[in-house]
Nanobody, 125 residues
């Protein structure tokens, strides 16, 4: 069974950067697409970005496109979310999740069946 653990969240000023990490384990890791989602207080969970099992294909939400980059290192069992030019509206709990397939075409939480505990990102002056 896959297990996921997010880290790297914290408090940053607008315009700053963070790198989130998702450490994973499990025999099928290399065959799973991985996604990042976020949820702010009072709002629904929002898909941020996902990456195919090999890293050859990504899908990123328009709200963060050009600012966030997803990557993975299957040899290290780790997926990253590089976040730059952070805005206050990026404040949320960020979750890493494993999909049921090699690749997903939409950032739909229903396509992901293993989730980490989340890491808090706060963007504020």
């Amino acid at each position: 069974q896959l297990q996921l653990m997010e880290s790297g969240g914290g408090l940053v000023q607008p315009g700053g950067s963070l790198r989130l990490s998702c450490a994973t384990s499990g025999f099928t890791l290399n065959y799973r697409a991985i996604g990042w989602f976020r949820q702010a207080p009072g709002k629904e969970r929002e898909g941020v970005s996902c990456i195919s099992s090999t890293g050859g294909s990504t899908n990123t939400a328009d709200s963060v496109k050009g600012r966030f980059t997803i990557s993975r290192d299957n040899a290290q069992n780790t997926v990253y979310l590089h976040m730059h030019s952070l805005k206050p509206e990026d404040t949320a709990v960020y979750y890493c999740a494993a999909a049921k397939a090699h690749i997903v075409v939409a950032l739909d939480a229903a396509d992901f069946d293993n989730w980490g505990q989340g890491t808090q990102v706060t963007v504020s002056s």
